[in-house]
């Protein structure tokens, strides 16, 4: 279950799992981003193992390439790829909620143990703690509304927790083409579990 796609921007390139959601790399050329991505191991498995899994993955195999844009190179992963429009059986749509699930976890008692100053630097600019946690909060709340899933901005803490109900109980379910969303249930759980794992990963680095 090494499975990799690489998404080639104009200067960088993406390399994401497509068992594992969200871990996925960014960096200069595609022999980088896989060689990153497989430096990434160790941390990934944390988030595997809070989910029950068990991550030891061998040596990546490159099963496509797609297109990126000036969004792969500003670090997101843009590019939605053909096997997202896959259909989804419910087996892997409960496994990927899971680590979804452990990925909102540790990222929640990482901020909750961490300092509000953060180091500054490029690794993530000039945000604080509360900013970070408030831009991936907001952030999983627009890639929600890729699969139908509308809330309104938080009020009150239970909101957030609301929101990521609902969304992990669509992204659990099985999915059959075609797509009536904006993303296929395949690409907006990788896309949500990278970006907080994502943020995680920088507050362990900044701390």
Same mark, same amino acid.
């Given at each position: 279950?090494?499975?990799?796609?690489?998404?080639?921007?104009?200067?960088?390139?993406?390399?994401?799992?497509?068992?594992?959601?969200?871990?996925?790399?960014?960096?200069?050329?595609?022999? =980088?981003?896989? /060689? +990153?991505?497989? @430096?990434? &191991? %160790?941390?990934?498995? *944390?988030?595997?193992?809070? !989910?029950? #899994?068990?991550?030891?993955?061998?040596?990546?195999?490159?099963?496509?390439?797609?297109?990126?844009?000036?969004?792969?190179?500003?670090?997101?992963?843009? =590019?939605?790829? /053909? +096997?997202?429009? @896959?259909? &989804? %059986?419910?087996?892997? *749509?409960?496994?990927?909620? !899971?680590? #979804?699930?452990?990925?909102?976890?540790?990222?929640?008692?990482?901020?909750?143990?961490?300092?509000?100053?953060?180091?500054?630097?490029?690794?993530?600019?000039?945000?604080?703690?509360?900013?970070?946690?408030?831009?991936?909060?907001?952030?999983?709340?627009?890639?929600?509304?890729?699969?139908?899933?509308?809330?309104?901005?938080?009020?009150?803490?239970?909101?957030?927790?609301?929101?990521?109900?609902?969304?992990?109980?669509?992204?659990?379910?099985?999915?059959?083409?075609?797509?009536?969303?904006?993303?296929?249930?395949?690409?907006?759980?990788?896309?949500?579990?990278?970006?907080?794992?994502?943020?995680?990963?920088?507050?362990?680095?900044?701390?």
């Amino acid at each position: 279950m090494t499975r990799v796609y690489l998404e080639i921007g104009p200067k960088k390139v993406f390399a994401c799992s497509l068992d594992w959601p969200g871990w996925c790399r960014v960096a200069k050329g595609e022999e =980088a981003a896989l /060689d +990153l991505l497989m @430096e990434y &191991v %160790p941390r990934y498995g *944390a988030v595997a193992a809070r !989910a029950g #899994l068990d991550f030891a993955p061998g040596d990546p195999v490159v099963v496509a390439r797609v297109p990126g844009s000036d969004m792969t190179d500003f670090g997101a992963p843009y =590019a939605v790829p /053909d +096997l997202d429009q @896959e259909p &989804v %059986p419910a087996s892997e *749509a409960a496994r990927g909620v !899971a680590l #979804l699930r452990a990925a909102w976890a540790l990222f929640d008692e990482t901020a909750a143990s961490s300092p509000e100053d953060l180091r500054k630097g490029p690794r993530g600019g000039g945000r604080d703690l509360s900013g970070v946690v408030r831009h991936v909060e907001e952030a999983e709340r627009a890639f929600a509304r890729k699969v139908d899933v509308r809330h309104k901005p938080y009020k009150q803490p239970g909101d957030r927790d609301a929101m990521r109900a609902e969304l992990a109980d669509v992204l659990s379910r099985a999915w059959e083409p075609p797509r009536t969303t904006g993303w296929p249930p395949r690409y907006a759980l990788r896309r949500a579990a990278w970006h907080v794992i994502d943020h995680l990963w920088e507050i362990e680095d900044r701390r």
